[in-house]
């Protein structure tokens, strides 16, 4: 059994259809694949009809974007970012959902104050990135960055996201997001199963001390992704034994986003026992 638990469309920063992702996966050998968009739900139910005609085990998912608070103000969105999958969530969850709308708001804001800071320095403009995101629900940095392709400013996502479009650099901007407990707290109240995406990717940026997964245990966290590209193998035994220790599920997963990253699907699988054991925990 081959399961990948984390995957995007272009309903957010994949660059394959909800349906593509789906038929993809199957060509890749996959007998279960999640479909994991950043903070929208929008593509579940292509994928799940496709990938009933096609004949391939679907999950229906979302990973949702959470903040480690570093400032008292809930409101300020600067802090450590953090990213939930969830799994099985209730599409009809109006606390989800309005948490999810808030944060793609925020998301789209957000790129055009981007844009704004980079148009000082660069030919770029609001519609550049339009004709990019123009059908995702949830706009993201890889968006301004193909548009910044278009422009030739940089020659590929990898390069805007290693120079222009980090953290930590003048031209970016935040977004708010819900507080990594009550994401969890959430998204358990939605029926999914919580698993937290890419823990120790630690080249991207911050990452959460061990005591906020201890938290998150707590409030509800199922799953740690170890499995993932962007861990070291330094990283997946530190996780290893924290899933261990806390009796968390080890899953692993690609973060497969078409051709807008190197991940190729099922490059990282989570285990059929993992996989019952996230079933199991099904709200
Ligand atoms: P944002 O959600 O707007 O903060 O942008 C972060 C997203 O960009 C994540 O989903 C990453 O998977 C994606 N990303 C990060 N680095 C890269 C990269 N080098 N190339 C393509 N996508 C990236
Ligand atoms: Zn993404
Ligand atoms: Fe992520
Ligand atoms: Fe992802």
Redesign the pocket.
């Known amino acids: 059994m081959r399961i990948d638990l984390?995957?995007?469309s272009t309903v957010s920063?994949g660059t394959e259809a909800p349906a593509e992702v789906v038929r993809a996966a199957k060509a890749a050998e996959l007998d279960v694949v999640a479909l994991?968009?950043?903070d929208t739900l929008d593509g579940l139910a292509e994928a799940s009809t496709e990938a009933a005609a096609i004949g391939i085990g679907f999950v229906p998912g979302i990973?949702m974007s959470a903040r480690q608070r570093v400032f008292p103000d809930p409101d300020d969105p600067r802090g450590i970012s953090v990213?939930i999958?969830g799994l099985w969530p209730d599409p009809a969850d109006t606390g989800l959902q309005a948490m999810l709308a808030r944060v793609r708001d925020a998301r789209l804001e957000r790129a055009q104050r981007i844009v704004a800071l980079l148009a000082e320095d660069f030919a770029i403009t609001w519609d550049d990135v339009a004709a990019r995101a123009g059908g995702a629900d949830a706009v993201g940095r890889p968006h301004v960055a193909d548009a910044l392709v278009d422009l030739g400013i940089v020659a590929t996502r990898d390069e805007a996201f290693a120079s222009l479009l980090q953290g930590g650099t003048k031209y970016f901007v935040p977004h708010f997001a819900p507080e990594v407990l009550d994401a969890v707290a959430m998204l358990r109240a939605a029926g999914a199963v919580p698993v937290f995406?890419?823990p120790g990717a630690d080249a991207r940026g911050h990452i959460v001390p061990t005591s906020v997964i201890e938290g998150m245990a707590e409030a509800g966290l199922v799953g740690l992704e170890v499995d993932h590209r962007d861990h070291d193998e330094r990283q997946r035994t530190r996780l290893t034994r924290i899933a261990d220790r806390l009796s968390l599920v080890r899953t692993g997963s690609s973060?497969?986003?078409g051709t807008g990253k190197r991940n190729r699907l099922g490059e990282n699988l989570t285990t059929p026992d993992a996989f019952e054991a996230l079933q199991a925990a099904r709200g």
Do not use: I, K, P
């Open positions: 984390h995957t995007h920063d994991t968009d950043h990973e990213h999958v995406a890419h973060d497969y986003h």
